[in-house]
Nanobody, 114 residues
Framework: QVQLEESGGGLVQPGGSLRLSCTGS????????MGWYRQCPGKERELVAS??????NYSDSAKSRLTISRANARNTVDLQMNSLEPEDTAVYYC?????????WGKGTLVTVSS
C-alpha cells in the first residue's frame, strides 16, 4: 500500500515563507502525477499545484507566490510558499496518482497569522 507523508506546515506571519514536502513510500513503481491541494476553513478542497509529466498546473491564486517542484526520483514533491497571506491558511494535502488510483496524504496545517 502506498502512503504519502507531508511535512513543513506550521505557523508563519503574513509575508513569510514555508516549504512543504511530501514523500511517497510503498510498492508503487511509478507516480504518474503528484501535487498539492488545500482545504480552507469552511470551503471545499481545491487544487494548489500539480505536476504531470512535463506539465505544471497552478491555481490562479497560487501561481505568483508558490512554486511546485518534483525530485528526479518521482516520489517526492515540494511546495515553496512565499509572501503568504492569511487567506492561505488551510490544511494542505499531498496528492498522487499511481496506477490509476488517487492517493492522499493526511494533511498538514498551515496557519498565516500575526
Amino acid at each position: 500500500q502506498v502512503q504519502l507523508e507531508e511535512s513543513g506546515g506550521g505557523l508563519v506571519q503574513p509575508g513569510g515563507s514555508l516549504r512543504l514536502s511530501c514523500t511517497g513510500s510503498g510498492s508503487a513503481l511509478y507516480f504518474f502525477a503528484m501535487g498539492w491541494y488545500r482545504q480552507c476553513p469552511g470551503k471545499e478542497r481545491e487544487l494548489v499545484a500539480s505536476i504531470t509529466g512535463a506539465t505544471i498546473n497552478y491555481s490562479d491564486s497560487a501561481k505568483s507566490r508558490l512554486t511546485i517542484s518534483r525530485a528526479n526520483a518521482r516520489n517526492t514533491v515540494d511546495l515553496q510558499m512565499n509572501s503568504l497571506e492569511p487567506e492561505d491558511t488551510a490544511v494542505y494535502y499531498c496528492y498522487a496518482k499511481i496506477g490509476g488510483e488517487n492517493v492522499w496524504g493526511k494533511g498538514t496545517l498551515v496557519t498565516v497569522s500575526s
